[in-house]
């Protein structure tokens, strides 16, 4: 039972362009949302999150938009450099016990 | 900053042994949590424990696992009798209280021969 998922295993950018990372969700139950970076042999790194009062929220490069009635969350990442290339994880929780991971998209920014 | 620190980084082990993952959370931490990457795949959640107790665990922390908290600073994952398919990176993360992001350790590979 996939609840949370990334349906684009990878994903190639220029360098300065946008990066626009997807994650479907099916538990409508969730209220918070998360994103983190992984690189190979290490462990995943947070970015960025949002609950799910609100629609957007901002940090820099990374935007996070969510999409309730779709049951959808993006990850922009405007310009996009070459140290973003990584694996990203979307993942949701429904209170504190449990946070389900999507299954990555591999991003790859070329120079 | 302080971090979620684990040991071993690599473990190699025969199929039937025990094996004991070992975390040290954040010391304000109070939730805990155990994941593993089978490589390449997702991260899977296996446990989360807090005061003491498991409060969730999933369908693949069946009964070959266990966690405890036996110091007030050390977490540990035992797997009683490793399986093949239980090589994968093995993840501990912890959050300071009812809610915020997981804060993850570098994680522990486990190669069970």
Known sequence: ?111 | EPEVTQTPSHQVTQMGQEVILRCVPISNHLYFYWYRQILGQKVEFLVSFYNNEISEKSEIFDDQFSVERPDGSNFTLKIRSTKLEDSAMYFCASIPSDAGELFFGEGSRLTVL
């Open chain 1, 1 to 111: 039972d996939q609840q949370v998922k990334q349906n684009s295993p990878s994903l190639s950018v220029q360098e300065g362009r946008i990066s626009i990372l997807n994650c479907d969700y099916t538990n409508s139950m969730f209220d918070y949302f998360l994103w983190y970076k992984k690189y190979p042999a290490e462990g995943p790194t947070f970015l960025i999150s949002i609950s799910s009062i609100k629609d957007k929220n901002e940090d820099g490069r990374f935007t996070v938009f969510l999409n309730k009635s779709a049951k959808h969350l993006s990850l922009h990442i405007v310009p996009s450099q070459p140290g973003d290339s990584a694996v990203y994880f979307c993942a949701a929780s429904e209170g504190t016990y449990k946070y389900i991971f999507g299954t990555g998209t591999r991003l790859k920014v070329l120079a």
